[in-house]
């Protein structure tokens, strides 16, 4: 798990030039680097299906924006859980 702070949630859903459909949501965060004055900014994509899964309306997750929350990830890295600390 990381823990990371969640400044933003994007919705993106849109076709791609290449034909491709993309379909989720985007989340933006902020956590510490030692490699970094300061913060690291970075985003994750959880995808449309994905979301479902984690078990929240994005009424539910919104109230976790601009505050600090634990991500779990799979072994491929992406996003299976949000968990508010």
Same mark, same amino acid.
């Given at each position: 798990? *990381?823990? +990371? =702070? ?8 849109? %076709?791609?030039?290449?034909?491709? $459909?993309? %379909?989720?949501?985007?989340? #933006? +965060? !902020?956590?510490? %680097?030692? $490699? +970094?004055?300061?913060?690291? !900014?970075? !985003?994750? =994509?959880?995808? &449309?299906? *994905?979301?479902?899964?984690?078990? =929240? &309306?994005? %009424?539910?997750? &919104? !109230?976790?924006?601009? #505050? @600090?929350?634990?991500? @779990? ?6 996003? +299976? ?5």
């Amino acid at each position: 798990m *990381a823990k +990371v =702070f969640l400044e933003g949630i994007q919705r993106l859903d849109f %076709d791609t030039k290449d034909g491709n $459909h993309i %379909d989720g949501y985007k989340l #933006h +965060v !902020t956590l510490p %680097d030692p $490699h +970094v004055i300061g913060k690291k !900014t970075d !985003t994750k =994509f959880i995808n &449309s299906e *994905a979301w479902k899964n984690l078990g =929240f &309306s994005l %009424d539910e997750i &919104s !109230t976790l924006v601009q #505050h @600090e929350v634990e991500l @779990e990830t799979n072994l491929d890295g992406k996003v +299976v859980g949000i968990n508010p600390i």
